[in-house]
């Protein structure tokens, strides 16, 4: 009997070093392409090894794990999908005995901790810690700042809690819920991460419908278009003309006039831009030119009427079954059976989607008025910027699997702490963020399509003049060929 319990124990033993050993591997490997992209970005300096740069070293190091956990959360739900197909279709195999419910239940724990790690504790941290100076009076230095740094994050903890009890109280006002205000662990933690968690799914719902109507213009800026009706070498030796006068004038401009040669110059490389996409164009070959955009067109436009298609149908399940609500559910379990209708081919089209969403959220995110300054640069951007980035994007990524299953996009059940947020059991809001969904996404798609009709009837009535479009290229003043501008 004991030599049993001893055998229990071993087994148990080693099942969990494998897990943490296969969690350090996946992070490891998040965590080098996440360097690799911040330091495409970051801006330049001197490798110096004064106090700055071992800050600055700092807050990376900081910012690269917060991107890696960020990429994690984004891959948490196709992952889970992907190992349950597989533990469904191969339930013997001894070469996948180590992708088991206890290793994704595991995942999710950590992404989870990992997420409320970094959104409370390491990035206030590498921001004060980069703006800190050390208090007056004190020696300069590291260990100023870092005593600084963590004045600030208990005046912010502190802070923050205080804004949270007052809400709690105002919002549940009974003996029960008063009580559990002193909990800190079990109450204060989970309920300030549902609310950052719903701050994200919002934030989710204002991206995604702009991001999916932006997909098309953003690739057709990296696909080569293709040539119907027009002749490159005419355009080529235009842009060629451009760019030789506008070098002229540059070069008989007096340096003294600054205001004139900034503005040359920066039409001078919108010039060369241009004249860049033409050669491009040019020497693209005749398939990828005719075949590859309006294939990719074609794709996009499908992905997205597809999961329209799939919101408005969870739409018609939220009316009629209460086991469509994505908090409390009860799925069958890990390997037990498969949550797609289609199967594999369901599992891997609800993969597609995650991740056409996400991208789809991020280029709506960076398309918004209010965040077009916070798009990152390469080589020229600051590790404050960087920072508000790196925040974004968890926020972002962490709210994608809730609002994934919100969604009706994939049906397998929030795991973890995922699945705790207290909104989820809302039935009216799960109802409305679903109909918000579809109709902002609807609005956002009629009005991408129709676009050039709407111009074309502002022509023909004249009124093209009056800036009535809101296509921001419409409204911008155009040089003459004196190098004027004409305005309204």
Known sequence: MEADEVTIREQNFHSQVREYTICFLLFAVLYIVSYFIITRYKRKTD?????????????????????????????????????????????????????????????????????????????????FFLESE??????????????????????????????????????????????????????????????????????????????????????GQLLVKPTILEDLDEQMYIITLEEEAIQRRLNGISSTVEYQTAELERELEKVKSKKTNLERRKKASAWERNLVYPAVMILL????????????????????????????????????????????????????????????????????????????????????KIIGNCVSILVLSSALPVMSRTLGITRFDLLGDFGRFNWLGNFYIVLSYNLLFAIVTTLCLVRKFTSAVREELLKALGLDKLHLSNNPRDSEAKPSANGHQKTL
């Open 47 to 127: 490798e110096q090894e004064d106090e700055d740069a071992i800050v600055n070293r700092i807050s990376l190091f900081l910012s690269t794990f917060t991107l890696a956990v960020s990429a994690g959360a984004v891959l948490l739900l196709p992952f889970s999908i992907i190992s349950n197909e597989i533990l469904l279709s191969f339930p013997q195999n001894y070469y996948i005995q180590w992708l088991n419910g206890s290793l994704i239940h595991g995942l999710w724990n950590l992404a989870s901790l990992f997420s409320n790690l970094c959104l409370f504790v390491l990035m206030p941290f590498a921001f």
């Open 134 to 219: 050390g208090f007056a009076g004190l020696k300069k230095g590291i260990r100023a700042r870092i005593l600084e740094t963590l004045v600030m994050l208990i005046l912010l903890a502190l802070l923050i809690l205080g804004i949270v009890w007052v809400a709690s109280a105002l919002i549940d006002n009974d003996a029960a819920s008063m009580e559990s205000l002193y909990d800190l662990w079990e109450f204060y933690l989970p309920y300030l991460y549902s609310c950052i968690s719903l701050m994200g799914c919002l934030l989710l719902l204002l991206c995604t419908p702009v991001g999916l109507s932006r997909m098309f213009a953003v690739m």
């Open 301 to 384: 436009l499908i992905e997205t009427s597809i999961s329209v298609l799939l919101v408005a149908l969870n739409i018609l399940y939220l009316l009629v079954d209460e086991t469509a609500m994505p908090k409390g559910s009860g799925g069958p379990g890990i390997g037990n059976a498969s949550l797609s209708t289609f199967g594999f081919v369901g599992a891997a089209l609800e993969i597609i989607l995650i991740f056409y969403l996400m991208v789809s959220s991020v280029v709506g995110f960076y398309s918004l008025r209010f965040f077009e300054n916070f798009t990152p640069r390469k080589d020229d951007t600051t590790m404050t």
